[in-house]
Nanobody
């Protein structure tokens, strides 16, 4: 059974950092490109970052470039998103994605 389980969300002040993790099981993680998406209240889901199956290529939406870093550990079947210099506009539910499969999400709230 395929599972994607996110963790690491929470409340952080502007300028702070959080590290999100996605634990994957039930499929060949090392052969799968992985993505992070986010959805703020009242807004459409938005692509955040991509990492290819080998980890050799990453891509980011413009608004997070230079602040967020996506990474993966194929030995542990995990993917992370290091988020630095967080802004209130980063507040959203963050979900990991593997093709047509989605995790439940983890809430990130950036507020003073």
């Amino acid at each position: 059974q395929l599972q994607l389980v996110e963790s690491g969300g929470g409340l952080v002040q502007p300028g702070g950092s959080l590290r999100l993790s996605c634990a994957a099981s039930g499929f060949t993680f090392s052969a799968t490109d992985m993505r992070w998406y986010r959805q703020a209240p009242g807004k459409a889901r938005e692509f955040v970052a991509l990492i290819t199956s080998s980890g050799g290529t990453t891509s980011y939406t413009d608004s997070v470039k230079g602040r967020f870093t996506i990474s993966r550990d194929n030995a542990k079947n995990t993917m992370d998103l290091q988020m630095n210099s967080l802004r209130p506009e980063d507040t959203a539910m963050y979900s990991c994605n593997a093709g047509v499969f989605w995790g439940q999400g983890t809430q990130v709230t950036v507020s003073s």
